[in-house]
């Protein structure tokens, strides 16, 4: 099956550094990545759709300069957290989907990524 | 515009008894909807999902939902709990011939012995 990487699992930062995400598609290629963030008890929120060679469509209300969203490749999208806050700290999920399975609706998640900024 | 609610953060049932994970939704068009389930460390994964086809869906590991569009109800059902079954649920909603996928806020399954 359709396998996406996070990575890292796990960071903890001090306020004020910047933190980058990957998330990468292992066994195929994504044209259209997503980036979600979780707080506790609280449903994923989409932040943002990241499109392959050109530029992220944020949601309303989240920060372009604040979350910075690259796609250079089929296979890889990174999250940049830039001048990390603790209001930052929250659960960072990545979803990707199969461009051979354009109009299914199908997203494959990766593990998530739990920032801790002190 | 899209909402999901799931009724109960946690549903406990004993081994061998019908699972009942509840998801009415809101949507201003037609909606696919879908549910995922998600282990402890690992990424979100696909049970099942409604595309305007039939509406009794079935899916993985014996789970199965139905979509009720007069109720707007797409309620998750197994008749019989296994322990693995136990993890966090989620079901979503998507606009016919959109992408963006918006979330219930997840059920917490347990599964007692």
């Known amino acids: 099956g359709a396998v996406v990487s996070q990575h890292p699992s796990r960071v903890i930062c001090k306020s004020g550094t910047s933190v980058k995400i990957e998330c990468r598609s292992l066994d195929f290629q994504a044209t259209t990545m997503f980036w979600y963030r979780q707080f506790p008890k609280q449903s994923l929120m989409l932040m943002a759709t990241s499109n392959e060679g050109s530029k992220a469509t944020y949601e309303q209300g989240v920060e372009k300069d604040k979350f910075l969203i690259n796609h250079a490749s089929l296979t890889l999208s990174t999250l940049t957290v830039t001048s990390a806050h603790p209001e930052d700290s929250s659960f960072y999920i990545c979803?990707?989907?199969?461009?051979?399975?354009?109009?299914?609706?199908?997203?494959?998640f990766g593990a998530g990524t739990r920032l801790s900024v002190l | 515009a899209q909402s999901v609610t799931q009724l109960g953060s946690h549903v406990s049932v004993s081994e061998g008894a019908l699972v009942l994970l509840r998801c009415n939704y809101s949507?201003?068009?037609?909606?696919?909807l879908f549910w995922y389930v998600q282990y402890p460390n690992q990424g979100l994964q696909l049970l099942l999902k409604?595309?305007?086809?039939?509406?009794l869906v079935k899916g993985i590991n014996g789970f199965e939902a139905e979509f009720k569009k007069s109720e707007t109800s797409f309620h998750l059902t197994k008749p019989s709990a296994h322990m693995s079954d136990a993890a966090e649920y989620f079901c979503?909603?998507?606009?016919?011939?959109?992408?963006?996928?918006?979330f219930g806020t997840g059920t917490r399954l347990t599964i007692i012995p």
């Open positions: 979503a909603v998507s606009p016919f011939g959109n992408e963006k996928l918006t």
């Open positions: 409604y595309t305007s086809a039939a509406t």
């Open positions: 949507s201003s068009v037609p909606p696919y």
């Open positions: 979803s990707a989907r199969d461009w051979r399975e354009f109009g299914k609706n199908i997203q494959y």
